[in-house]
């Protein structure tokens, strides 16, 4: 018995190893990626991620989920709007969904685990100042997070971050999330595509 317990322990320790290697990993490829300019414009992060082939929506997942999590270094509009151009209204439409879930998800429970300290790595300190006084309005706060992770242009990916400083349960943050999202994302990609549409018939 004792010899499954070492080992269990061992395994567990492996996993945990590899499974940070490979979040270094993927944030060191988007610091490299945002130096060569990849984020600057639509075309160069859609034609960076089209060289994956297959991969391609897997790679703009990841990217969709590092753009939530490590704030600020890919612009969210770009990531978003990456998504409906190159994979379509549809199939745009649930990448962004998964990937900007997933993304305010960690946030919540990287803020829940390590508290105001790493919040502060992420998130400027006059942003989080002007929304302080929040964190301790109990279901005042729950109510303000719901609408604003209903609305498109809201500071989103800011408040995830402070939800896991709150007393928010996991249960109610990933309910308001997976519910919210979906009005804000379907709107910016009919917009989009009305947008593209309408600039398509005029050229």
Same mark, same amino acid.
């Given at each position: 018995?004792?010899?499954r317990?070492?080992?269990r322990?061992?395994?567990?320790?492996?996993?945990?190893?590899?499974?940070?290697?490979?979040?270094?990993?993927?944030?060191?490829?988007?610091?490299?990626?945002?130096r060569?300019?990849?984020?600057?414009?639509l075309?160069?992060?859609?034609a960076?991620?089209?060289?994956?082939?297959?991969?391609s929506?897997?790679v703009?997942?990841?990217?969709?989920?590092m753009?939530?999590?490590?704030?600020p270094?890919?612009?969210?509009?770009? @990531? @978003?709007t990456?998504?409906?151009?190159?994979?379509?209204?549809?199939?745009?439409?649930?990448?962004?969904? !998964?990937?900007i879930?997933?993304?305010?998800?960690?946030?919540? !429970?990287?803020?829940?685990?390590?508290?105001k300290?790493?919040?502060?790595?992420?998130v400027e300190k006059?942003?989080?100042?002007?929304?302080?006084?929040?964190?301790?309005?109990?279901?005042k706060?729950?109510?303000?997070?719901?609408?604003?992770?209903?609305?498109?242009?809201?500071? #989103? #990916?800011?408040l995830?971050?402070?939800?896991g400083l709150?007393?928010?349960?996991?249960?109610?943050?990933?309910?308001?999330?997976l519910?919210?999202?979906w009005?804000?994302?379907?709107c910016?990609?009919?917009g989009?595509?009305v947008? @593209?549409?309408?600039? @398509?018939?005029?050229?």
């Amino acid at each position: 018995m004792k010899n499954r317990e070492h080992e269990r322990i061992w395994v567990s320790r492996i996993l945990k190893v590899i499974g940070w290697a490979a979040v270094i990993l993927l944030i060191l490829i988007v610091l490299d990626a945002w130096r060569k300019g990849v984020f600057s414009s639509l075309d160069k992060m859609e034609a960076f991620i089209s060289g994956f082939g297959v991969w391609s929506p897997v790679v703009f997942v990841i990217y969709q989920i590092m753009q939530i999590v490590v704030i600020p270094i890919i612009p969210g509009g770009v @990531t @978003t709007t990456a998504g409906v151009v190159m994979f379509g209204a549809v199939e745009g439409l649930l990448l962004n969904y !998964i990937g900007i879930c997933v993304g305010s998800m960690i946030a919540f !429970i990287l803020a829940k685990r390590y508290g105001k300290n790493l919040v502060l790595k992420f998130v400027e300190k006059k942003k989080y100042d002007k929304y302080e006084s929040w964190l301790s309005k109990g279901k005042k706060f729950e109510i303000f997070f719901a609408i604003c992770i209903f609305l498109p242009f809201a500071p #989103d #990916d800011l408040l995830c971050y402070l939800a896991g400083l709150t007393e928010m349960s996991y249960k109610k943050f990933i309910t308001i999330i997976l519910l919210g999202k979906w009005p804000a994302i379907i709107c910016y990609s009919i917009g989009l595509n009305v947008i @593209t549409g309408w600039i @398509t018939s005029i050229l």
